[in-house]
T-cell receptor
């Protein structure tokens, strides 16, 4: 049973570029959340997808957008990259968070913006 | 005020010591609570859920005090392998369901 998988694991982008990160949830999970974790900080909630719709969003600008596909996999897109977007991006999946189920993380995508 | 606040770290303790981490949350309607462990440059992993009745898993004990909006994690007989960052996590459902992480408390266990 595969856990949460993310790709790519590491990438380097230039300021102003766009990036797409991908996530496949744990088998049986229908809810995907994305988090940004800067060095020395806890994960910050970006947004959550359920049934292919953004159900909840954190305090992130519109440059951050996402999508969930019918197979529950998800993408995170960041446009007009800034140096401050450099961070570990974590995808987490669960079985319908509203029931308080535990979330499981992928290994993350390390993004460096230069 | 942050939604979830944790003890500032780092905690430096010798092997065998008992160490306690504290966490407070601001939303009284929060529904579920967890402790996650994060090793350096790795993803967070669930350590244990936290219940009002308290729960224990080997050397680890978690407690929840809803009246005080306070969560704790106690680690007994610390091992070198316990060195990590411990994240307090709170699920809330006010204006939509969210999982909120504390900034984490770094623990160093030394020989």
């Amino acid at each position: 049973d595969a856990g949460v998988t993310q790709s790519p694991t590491h990438l380097i982008k230039t300021r102003g570029q766009q990036v797409t990160l991908r996530c496949s949830p744990k088998s049986g999970h229908d809810t995907v959340s994305w988090y940004q974790q800067a060095l020395g900080q806890g994960p910050q909630f970006i947004f959550q997808y359920y049934e292919e719709e953004e159900r909840q969003r954190g305090n992130f600008p519109d440059r951050f957008s996402g999508h969930q596909f019918p197979n529950y996999s998800s993408e995170l897109n960041v446009n007009a990259l800034l140096l401050g977007d450099s961070a570990l991006y974590l995808c987490a999946s669960s079985l319908d968070l509203t029931s308080g189920n535990t979330i499981y993380f992928g290994e993350g995508s390390w993004l460096t913006v230069v | 005020r942050k939604e979830v606040e944790q003890d500032p770290g780092p905690f430096n303790v010798p092997e065998g010591a008992t160490v306690a981490f504290n966490c407070t949350y601001s939303n009284s309607a929060s529904q579920s609570f967890f402790w996650y462990r994060q090793d350096c440059r790795k993803e967070p992993k669930l350590l244990m859920s936290v219940y009002s009745s308290g729960n224990e898993d080997g050397r680890f004990t978690a407690q929840l005090n809803r009246a005080s909006q306070y969560i704790s994690l106690l680690i007994r007989d610390s091992k070198l392998s316990d060195s990590a960052t411990y994240l307090c996590v709170v699920n809330t459902n006010t204006g939509g369901f969210k999982t909120i992480f504390g900034a984490g408390t770094r623990l160093f266990v030394k020989a």
